[in-house]
């Protein structure tokens, strides 16, 4: 049998129908039959395309509201006939089952339906069964049979006809089967997922994650690793549903670190202005003006931030983007850049812009995946930062303003490396110590921060001085925290739970720091 296959008799049965007519009118001037159902026959029709109803050609009604229309042997043994095969061809001819060559068919938009709210009984008329049930019997049977499900692919089979005298490769036939069956696992993969949250189970007895390819990269994390990139149908403002004003192509690393850059800048409701290096914040700052909140963070690790990625919690403002235009960086991301701000970052050509229009709410449910060897862990969000109140351990109660500070320190904890040390003072970070085998040396890295942070902006004393320090995890052992306390730290938030607590507070007491407990351990991997 030759690998090209001519295309006689089509199937076109579509919800999408961008392209439909265009694509049908090319395949009605190669001679080809089209059957065709409901909205999709009436379109072609009016158009003035020759299109045969499947009822007409089943000899058999559509029933149950449209429910039932392809699921009928004359369809499905049209699909799946092996051609060549006497037997599949003698019975076909017994029956009167002509061959399909080539299916064409979109899903019912039962995501769509899904994620505008849609009621529950909405969703599940939008549960497509016929479209499934043609693609997977056209895709089994690619060695005679061209599929289609993406609107994209119809130049591409377009183009094959022409190429073919009306017919396609084995080679494409099998490239789009393999897309048809991705394309009805990631479908199924949608409806199990919601029907799970519908019977309130987080983690059922068979899980499922799908995604769509939004970018192949030229490499990982390091150039001799492959990469891409592929969005799924969570509704979250962020790196994969934000729009790129202008740079280069975003790098699986850029992808990373943004997505961790905008996470954390997305949890203060006040002006905010996050930097981030590796995926860990090296700056982070709140401010009277979107301005003065960037210059504070960026002073915080002048050095790190050379090559980082910005995070804007407010709209992009001109006055801002002049200042990020004196510094060489990878990504800047907002929920919004105003006109005169993309005129002043158009000069830099390589910068990549993003605009997200929205923030992610860092108090949603959600699924976070890893991969192990063999398997997945999954893990819900870290929605929530402290358990219930805050519990003052120690004889000294914090001020006002400490109190204010250890909370920002915390959150910023929240998405720093484990083991994480925050040092804060008046709204901004002054010391970052993240990802080290020991919290002791988190402490010192950050307190190291701290006294070159003053030295670059002329400061003779440290900028621990008279700071907070935030832990993410409880201290093991009190030389953590009288590290903390020997920077010049005042004050210090933890979730507390070690067995050694009333040696800490101790520590705490005799040091005249104030501490409080959070109850709740933010430890990041």
Not at 86 to 113: G, K, R, S
Not at 423 to 428: A, H, Q, S, T
């Amino acid at each position: 049998m030759s690998s090209v296959m001519p295309i006689r008799r089509a199937l076109l049965s579509v919800s999408d129908k961008t392209g439909l007519i265009e694509f049908a009118r090319f395949l009605a001037s190669k001679g080809v039959e089209i059957l065709s159902t409901g909205g999709s026959a009436k379109a072609m029709a009016a158009a003035g395309i020759p299109v045969t109803e499947v009822a007409d050609y089943t000899g058999f009604p559509e029933m149950l509201d449209g429910r039932v229309k392809t699921l009928h042997p004359k369809v499905h043994g049209g699909l799946l006939g092996i051609r060549g095969n006497a037997v599949h061809e003698a019975a076909m001819a017994e029956h009167q089952i002509q061959p399909i060559d080539l299916l064409v068919v979109n899903l019912y938009p039962f995501e769509a339906t899904v994620a505008k709210g849609a009621a529950f009984d909405d969703c599940i008329e939008n549960i497509d069964i016929g479209g499934p049930a043609m693609i997977r019997a056209a895709s089994k049977n690619h060695d005679a049979v061209t599929v289609v499900v993406d609107v994209e692919d119809y130049a591409v089979v377009q183009a094959e006809m022409e190429a073919n005298n009306g017919g396609t490769t084995l080679a494409l036939r099998r490239r789009l089967a393999a897309t048809a069956y991705a394309r009805t696992g990631a479908y199924d993969a949608a409806i199990s997922t919601w029907f799970a949250e519908q019977l309130g189970e987080t983690f059922p007895r068979r899980i499922t994650f799908a995604g769509e390819l939004r970018q192949e990269m030229r490499y990982g994390e390091n150039p001799h690793q492959v990469a891409a990139f592929y969005a799924n149908a969570e509704a979250r403002p962020g790196v994969a549903s934000a729009e790129q004003l202008q740079g280069k192509e975003l790098s699986y690393n850029n992808l990373n670190d943004t997505d961790a850059a905008f996470e954390l800048v997305a949890e203060f409701q006040d002006t905010a202005c996050v930097i981030v290096k590796h995926a860990n914040p090296c700056g982070v700052a709140l401010g009277g003006s979107q301005k003065e909140a960037y210059l504070r963070a960026y002073s915080c690790d002048t050095e790190s931030a050379f090559g980082g990625i910005v995070a804007f919690n407010q709209p992009l403002t001109g006055e801002t983007a002049e200042e990020l235009a004196k510094l060489f960086l990878e990504v800047i991301i907002a929920p919004e850049i105003t006109d005169d701000a993309r005129a002043i970052l158009g000069t830099k050509k390589n910068l990549r812009v993003l605009r997200t229009g929205g923030l992610p709410n860092p108090q949603s449910s959600g699924l976070l995946v890893k991969t192990l060897a063999g398997g997945l862990l999954v893990q819900g969000r870290d929605n929530r930062l402290i358990a219930d109140e805050l519990k003052v351990v120690t004889r000294r109660q914090p001020t006002a303003q400490e109190l204010k500070d250890m909370m920002f320190a915390f959150t910023v904890g929240k998405h720093v490396k484990s083991n994480a040390i925050v040092y804060v003072r008046n709204g901004m970070t002054v010391g970052v110590g993240a990802g080290q085998m020991s919290r002791v040396n988190s402490s010192r890295i950050a307190a190291f921060r701290a006294e070159q942070a003053a030295k670059t902006a002329g400061d003779a004393e440290s900028w621990a001085k008279g700071s907070v320090v935030a832990s993410d995890a409880f201290f093991p052992f009190a030389d953590g925290l009288l590290a903390a306390a020997e920077a010049g730290a005042t004050a210090v938030i933890q979730p507390g739970g070690s067995v050694r607590d009333e040696e800490v507070i101790k520590a705490a007491d005799e040091a005249g720091l104030a501490m409080v407990f959070t109850g709740m351990r933010h430890f990041r991997h």
